[in-house]
């Protein structure tokens, strides 16, 4: 559990500080980028590596 400490704080700050960013400022647009592409980061190495089966490639299946 303490491996989804990092994600779910990003998360929970995000939702937290959501209802005072403005969608009309730049900095605001790219902070919420700046954090997408940092859960996407964490995300998918994990997803490759822990959750995606290895493929063999002398069996075919």
Same mark, same amino acid.
């Given at each position: @559990? ?5 994600? &779910?704080?990003?998360?929970?700050? @995000? @939702? %937290? &500080?959501?209802? /005072?960013?403005?969608?009309?400022? %730049?900095?605001?647009?790219? %902070?919420?980028?700046? /954090?997408? !592409? $940092?859960? !996407? ?6 997803? !490759? ?5 290895? $493929? ?6």
């Amino acid at each position: @559990m303490a491996q989804f400490a990092p994600m &779910a704080l990003v998360i929970g700050v @995000m @939702m %937290l &500080a959501s209802p /005072f960013l403005r969608r009309d400022q %730049l900095w605001a647009r790219w %902070l919420v980028v700046f /954090f997408l !592409i $940092a859960l !996407i980061a964490r995300y998918l190495p994990w997803r !490759i590596t822990e959750t995606v089966i290895p $493929a063999d490639l002398t069996t075919f299946q």
